[in-house]
């Protein structure tokens, strides 16, 4: 089992940054991708980044060169750095984490962005 915990979210004016944290506890190694995810108002969940545990990033084309996915491995911590932040980038992000073999798929509770124009 993983456990999944995000912080960092919150209200921000366009324009801004945040910074999304999530804590991973648990039977981590054999995670083989950690992701972050959101769902906007009244929308479906949608991918917002990943990252492989080889290090391999890839990004939705919407936030490409504004967000960055990262992981620190001493604090098994993956974070979200958002800049640039746009009206529509509001919505409740979540944390993800899957393991290939066997396939397990875990999420966090989610943490609420909201960017005010």
């Known amino acids: 089992q993983v456990q999944l915990v995000e912080s960092g979210g919150g209200l921000v004016q366009a324009g801004g940054s945040l910074r999304l944290s999530c804590a991973a506890s648990?039977?981590?190694?054999?995670?083989?991708?950690f992701g972050w995810y959101r769902q906007p108002p009244g929308k479906q969940r949608e991918l917002v980044a990943l990252?492989?545990?080889?290090?391999?990033?890839n990004y939705a084309d919407s936030v490409k060169g504004r967000f960055s996915i990262s992981r620190e491995y001493a604090k098994n911590t993956v974070y979200l750095q958002m800049n640039s932040l746009k009206a529509e980038d509001t919505a409740a992000y979540y944390c993800?984490?899957?393991?290939?073999?066997?396939?397990?798929?875990?999420w966090g509770q989610g943490t609420q962005v909201t960017v005010s124009s």
């Open positions: 990252i492989s545990s080889g290090g391999s990033t």
């Open positions: 993800n984490a899957q393991s290939w073999k066997p396939h397990r798929d875990y």
């Open positions: 648990g039977n981590t190694f054999g995670i083989n991708v």
